[in-house]
Structure formats: structure tokens, C-alpha cells
């Protein structure tokens, strides 16, 4: 097991790794650096851009400093854990018993979620490195947008979108998230998923989480007092 710091910082988790910081994305299927990881023995390639998108992409969207962002080819080896009142990032073999027990699906790298969003049953990619949440189009019609906002999305990179505020239930509780449009470059590869939104970090004002991807889990543990 492994731990390291980790905050949320402009609504994005940035995680401290032996100096290096790194925005987490669970939706980025491979990380973004200039130099290989090494964790718990194993060491992890990584790529200097994926499909465009760069870490100063990233970081100039996401108003930080940053090293890299960790994808899924290094997350997904892992229970991931983020502890976001701890300010903790763990990575480890064991899964942790949270109240909360959301099924996942793996699809190339990209968590799956089952969720209910706005009374609706969807599909829904785990989106961390995203700190808005996404639904398609269709979804928010006749809706008045709350105001916009750029954020970041994996293999897209930099967008403005205007955003919505819509329910999501997680267990017995109803939450109010903010969601943005998905993008039109995206409305393919969505179709060809079968998914028709995205979670984003909002989740971690709420939740701790551990994510066991090779055990198709998501645990969540509710944050006493939300985080802002």
C-alpha cells in the first residue's frame, strides 16, 4: 500500500507524488507525463500527449501547476482510494468496505457507472478529472442553464459549456450536480458506449471513494459535511 496527499483544488483532485503533482482522471485511459512512475515496484510508461490532449492542456484550464495526470493505466492496477477530508490518496490491493456499493464496467480503460440522473436509469462514466458532470444534450431540454463554465474532459481537452443542475441519486440520497453539455466531438463514442453521461470530481465534496476496477466496484463513504 501506498499513500499520498491529495486535495481538491479548483474542484479538480490533485494528488502529490513524491513532488510531482498529478490531477487524477479515471476517464483517461493512459497518464500524462514527462517521465515514467514508479509505484509499489511496478513501473508505469506514460505518454506526452493522448489523442491531443497535453498536461499543460490541462493545467491551464484547471488554473494549476501540474506534472502529469494520472489515467487509467496506472489507477486501474490499484483499489484506488481518495480519502477527500483525510486528503489522502491510497493505492492498494484490498477493498474497503464503504456503505455505498455502485457496480462498474470497464470499457478500454473508462470506468462505467449505473446511475439515476434527473429520474432517469443511465450509463455513466466515472469522469475525475472533469469537476463538472456531464449529460447528453437531449437530457436538458426546456431546462434554464445556470450559468457557464470551461472545464476539461479526457481526449477532448478544453471546453465552455453552458451548465445545468440536475438530481443524481447515490444510494438513499438525492444530490443536486452541476452538468455541462456533452460535446458534440464526443456524441459518437458515447452512441458506440451506450452511455449518455459522465460523473465528475463533484463526487468527491460528497464521498470518499475506493474503486476496484478488476472487482467491477465503486465504494463510497458519505463526507460528514460536504466539501466546498
Known sequence: MQQYSCDLIN?????DIRGRKFLIDTSLPFTLADRPLSLEGARFEVAQEVMGLTTAQVADVAGLELDGVLGANVTDQFVMRIEPEQRKLVLDQYLDAFPVEIEIENLGGQTIMHQTIGGKHMKAFLSLGSHLSYVCASE?????PVGR???????????ETEVYELPVAIGQTIHHFKFGVIPPAMQSFIDM????????????QHYAISLAVHEGLLMLDPIKKPLH
Open 140 to 144: 436538458v431540454e426546456g431546462l434554464e
Open 149 to 159: 463554465e470551461r472545464d476539461v474532459l479526457a481526449m477532448i481537452g478544453e471546453i
Open 193 to 204: 458506449a451506450n452511455v449518455q453521461a459522465a460523473i465528475g470530481s463533484e463526487l468527491l
Open 11 to 15: 474542484g479538480y483532485p490533485i494528488a
